[in-house]
């Protein structure tokens, strides 16, 4: 359909000529993230959302590309922020790290300051209790993807691909009778991903947790157009410290950068941000494409832009200055919720789930929600004795203290 010849057809019918456009103009999205490591798939979440807000796009789905047990209820903790608590989360395979050498704990993603979806989760209204209890991706995919319109959505990748892969291998089943790959080349319009680096390098998604070999077979075996926004582009814009200016304390969004930055007010790289924005602004005048040729993957999961054979794939190049991104990038990443239910504010911290038992004395330091270090070698009596009067955050955590690493490893607990 030609949005253009639609939209002068019906100009005597403004609301019908808005639904039209809206129709076939708006992306679909689907975002496939590996949220709960770096904080950027955050930043790309709220960013979604955002957007969503504006009615540049509709969000379908966020798919998770490891099976973090803190993950999906984090990810539900900013859908219901935003007001769509009851988007869809699906959940990689479990079975799929059972052969690796990579050991996959309840939840990998402490950082120096704690894990920022441990704290969205045991802070903020959700109603999704762990991961486990999520649909695989698999099926939520071949589910939405048989359901919609043929070429009607747009996957945005800003993690490994391993979703992808086992999508494109899926059989038939009660959703649809294609496979996968049939499957996807019916009904996806685009993909985006956040892979790579260009012309050619070794890029985290692409590689880490042997995801080499998932990697090769996504991109080689995908049926559609997809365009890469490749290490180079993110790295280079920096945003987030505008959230402790513009946005609340208690946004989660600037919680979940203050933690994972140990600190206020600072910027981490916009990788996964990049491939959003493209998803659903295209090149916009943002971005130059590079079209001709394709991506080459590695089993090591390194790649490398040939000239031949011409794909459709191609790779982002930057055309508009990195500090008018950074302010495109930062002003929807600071945008607050639009429509729907007002924001609830935190449940109190006595509410809070995954709480531990404290360990012995000596052992902690205390931190608060930023990961300032409060004081160390402490317990919960220590603390109220080291500060007399203090009013309590609402989250603080102790953390079991590394002395050697001056870094906070383990939630252990939570003082309420
Ligand atoms: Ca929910
Ligand atoms: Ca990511």
Same mark, same amino acid.
């Given at each position: 359909?030609?949005?253009?010849? @639609? ?25 496939? +993230?590996?949220?709960? &490591?770096? @904080? ?30 803190? /993950?999906?209820?984090? @990810? ?38 704690? /894990?920022?979806? %441990? ?10 209790? +762990? ?6 991706? +698999? ?5 939405? #993807? ?11 990748? $800003? &993690?490994? #691909? ?21 499957? $996807?080349? *019916?009904?996806? *319009?685009? !993909? ?7 012309? %050619?390098?070794? %890029? !985290?998604?692409? !590689? ?10 996504? @991109? ?44 206020? =007010?600072?910027?981490?790289? /916009? !990788? ?67 429509? =729907? ?43 109220? /004795? ?9 989250? $603080? ?6 002395? %050697? ?12």
């Amino acid at each position: 359909m030609n949005c253009g010849l @639609v939209a002068t057809i019906l100009n005597t019918a403004r609301l019908i000529v808005v639904l039209a456009f809206a129709a076939c103009a708006v992306p679909n999205i689907i975002l496939d +993230t590996d949220f709960g &490591g770096d @904080v950027d798939d955050c930043g790309a979440l709220a960013v979604l959302h955002a957007l969503a807000d504006n009615g540049e796009c509709n969000i379908l789905a966020v798919m998770l590309s490891v099976p973090d047990y803190l /993950s999906g209820p984090a @990810v539900d903790v900013v859908n219901t922020f935003y007001s769509r608590p009851d988007l869809p989360i699906g959940v990689a395979h479990r079975d799929i790290f059972e052969d690796r050498t990579f050991s996959l704990p309840k939840s990998q993603k402490v950082m120096a300051c704690g /894990s920022y979806a %441990e704290y969205l989760a045991d802070n903020y209204p959700h109603d999704v209790a +762990t991961s486990d209890e999520l649909p695989l991706s +698999t099926n939520l995919y071949r589910q939405i #993807l048989a359901s919609r319109p043929d070429t009607s959505v747009t996957i945005v990748t $800003v &993690g490994y #691909l391993i979703n992808i892969a086992h999508l494109l291998q899926s059989p038939p089943d009660e959703y649809s009778d294609l496979c996968g790959r049939d499957l $996807v080349a *019916k009904k996806v *319009k685009a !993909w985006s991903c956040m892979g790579g680096a260009y012309p %050619e390098g070794r %890029e !985290w998604n692409f !590689w880490a947790l042997n995801m080499g070999p998932a990697t090769k077979f996504a @991109v080689d075996n995908w049926p559609r157009p997809v365009t890469f926004s490749g290490y180079e582009i993110g790295s280079a814009i920096l945003t987030g410290s505008t959230l402790a200016e513009e946005t609340p304390y208690d946004n989660p969004i600037r919680r979940a950068y203050d933690i994972y930055l140990c600190g206020e =007010g600072k910027n981490r790289e /916009s !990788w996964d941000l990049t491939a959003v924005l493209y998803a659903v602004r295209g090149l916009a005048d943002y971005w130059a494409a590079e079209t001709n040729g394709c991506n080459e993957i590695a089993a090591d999961g390194s790649n490398a832009w040939q000239a031949s054979p011409d794909k459709q794939h191609a790779y982002l190049k930057q055309l508009k200055s990195t500090s008018e991104m950074k302010d495109i990038l930062d002003g929807l990443l600071t945008q607050p919720p639009g429509e =729907g239910e007002p924001y609830k504010t935190p449940v109190a911290a006595s509410q809070a789930q995954h709480r531990l038992p404290l360990g012995p004395n000596g052992s902690f330091g205390v931190f608060d929600a930023t990961g300032r270090l409060i004081t160390r070698g402490t317990d919960r009596a220590c603390f109220y /004795s080291l500060h007399p009067g203090t009013r309590m955050p609402s989250a $603080v955590h102790i953390y079991r203290y590394r002395a %050697e690493e001056n870094l906070a490893a383990r939630a252990v607990g939570t003082i309420h």
